[in-house]
């Protein structure tokens, strides 16, 4: 059981670092022009570092999203922590709590990023090569493969005991 026991530990804990780090970066979208540079994340727009915090409407889906995302990762990480002293929280195994909240925020995430993607798609009307997705929007899209395979991972923990 300890041999899985640790490797998910990390993953959540990796998955859940990744998530944190996009949610609180600022380069979601980065612009470049001749003009000025500019990015944008998900709590203001930065225009030649003059910053802003108006940012369009479904980013607040977003925001939600990975907010609800952030909380599944927390509890996953947290019951997989609690599963290394104790197996069970009175009838309900650890582990199996630690991968339902893996998939939760894996699926939430997924939501949050398809959203801001299609919206994003939909609301700007930029020639290709001027607006790029930055390094933050990556860290999101990353952190979604790992919470799913933290949950695999997790599950095989659950059938290896």
Do not use: K
Not at 101 to 127: D, H, K, M, Q, R
Request: glycine residues 8%; charged residues 5%.
């Amino acid at each position: 059981m300890a041999s899985l026991q640790i490797p998910s530990t990390v993953l959540a804990l990796l998955s859940l670092l990744l998530l944190l780090a996009a949610l609180g970066s600022d380069h979601w979208l980065v612009a470049t022009s001749s003009l000025s540079t500019s990015y944008s994340g998900l709590w203001e727009v930065c225009v030649n570092s003059e910053c802003c915090p108006s940012v369009p409407g479904y980013i607040e889906v977003t925001r939600l999203f990975l907010f609800l995302a952030l909380i599944a990762g927390f509890l996953s990480f947290f019951a997989l922590i609690a599963s290394f002293f104790r197996s069970h929280l009175g009838s309900v195994s650890l582990t199996l709590v630690s991968a339902v909240g893996s998939y939760s925020a894996g699926l939430c995430a997924l939501i949050a990023l398809t959203v801001y993607t299609g919206e994003f798609v939909e609301a700007v009307n930029v020639p290709p090569g001027q607006v790029t997705f930055g390094w933050s929007f990556g860290l999101g899209w990353a952190s979604f493969p790992l919470f799913l395979i933290t949950g695999v991972v997790t599950l095989r923990t659950l059938r290896a005991s």
